[in-house]
T-cell receptor, first 119, second 113 residues
Framework: GAVVSQHPSRVICKSGTSVKIECRSL??????MFWYRQFPKQSLMLMAT?????????EQGVEKDKFLINHASLTLSTLTVTSAHPEDSSFYIC???????????????FGSGTRLTVV | DAKTTQPPSMDCAEGRAANLPCNHS???????VYWYRQIHSQGPQYIIH???NNETNEMASLIITEDRKSSTLILPHATLRDTAVYYC??????????????FGGGTRVLVKP
């Protein structure tokens, strides 16, 4: 099945530094990637949608200058958390849209997530 | 996409069937019901999806009511490894739509020995 590889699985960084998270589609081409953030005991919250070769679309309330998304190829999307602060500590998950699920309908496959801790 | 309502938590006994309800009373004709689960500190995992017919795969069964306003995910023989948060999601099943998956609160399922 379609696999999305997400790295790193966990990272600790100092406040004020930037952190890059990568998601690669291993056996398919991901024209669309989604980035989610999840705080403890909460559900996944969509941050942005990225399409290969174009600018990402951010959800309301998500700072595009702080969460930089690059989707330069069909197999790689990156999320960079710039000038990270402790409140950015969270679980970040990427997801790719895939075809098909037997019905010709789009499905979604998820990365394993990145636990970011900003100290 | 239609909103879904799920109980926040439920327990079930190992080896027994787990029945997880989901209400989606505002679902429209071209919206599919998807189920995903998330085991602690992992990315969500696809379980099953359906439009109006009942569906079964190696993981679970999905029962959708005739009026499509609710559905039930059935894990036939729950194991301890099925402990997870289960999300019921409704979205338009359109290849061209490119729609995102919007997660609600889900049901936290605890399988007990």
């Amino acid at each position: 099945g379609a696999v999305v590889s997400q790295h790193p699985s966990r990272v600790i960084c100092k406040s004020g530094t930037s952190v890059k998270i990568e998601c690669r589609s291993l056996d398919f081409q991901a024209t669309t990637m989604f980035w989610y953030r999840q705080f403890p005991k909460q559900s996944l919250m969509l941050m942005a949608t990225s399409n290969e070769g174009s600018k990402a679309t951010y959800e309301q309330g998500v700072e595009k200058d702080k969460f930089l998304i690059n989707h330069a190829s069909l197999t790689l999307s990156t999320l960079t958390v710039t000038s990270a602060h402790p409140e950015d500590s969270s679980f970040y998950i990427c997801s790719a849209r895939v075809l098909p699920l037997g019905t010709g309908n789009y499905g979604y496959t998820f990365g394993s997530g990145t636990r970011l801790t900003v100290v | 996409d239609a909103k879904t309502t799920q109980p926040p938590s439920m327990d079930c006994a190992e080896g027994r069937a787990a029945n997880l309800p989901c209400n989606h009373s505002t679902i429209s004709g071209n919206e599919y019901v998807y189920w995903y689960r998330q085991i602690h500190s992992q990315g969500p995992q696809y379980i099953i999806h359906g439009l109006k017919n009942n569906e079964t795969n190696e993981m679970a069964s999905l029962i959708i009511t005739e009026d499509r306003k609710s559905s039930t995910l059935i894990l036939p023989h729950a194991t301890l490894r099925d402990t997870a948060v289960y999300y019921c999601i409704v979205r338009v099943g359109d290849k061209a739509a490119g729609n995102k998956l919007t997660f609600g609160g889900g049901t936290r399922v605890l399988v007990k020995p």
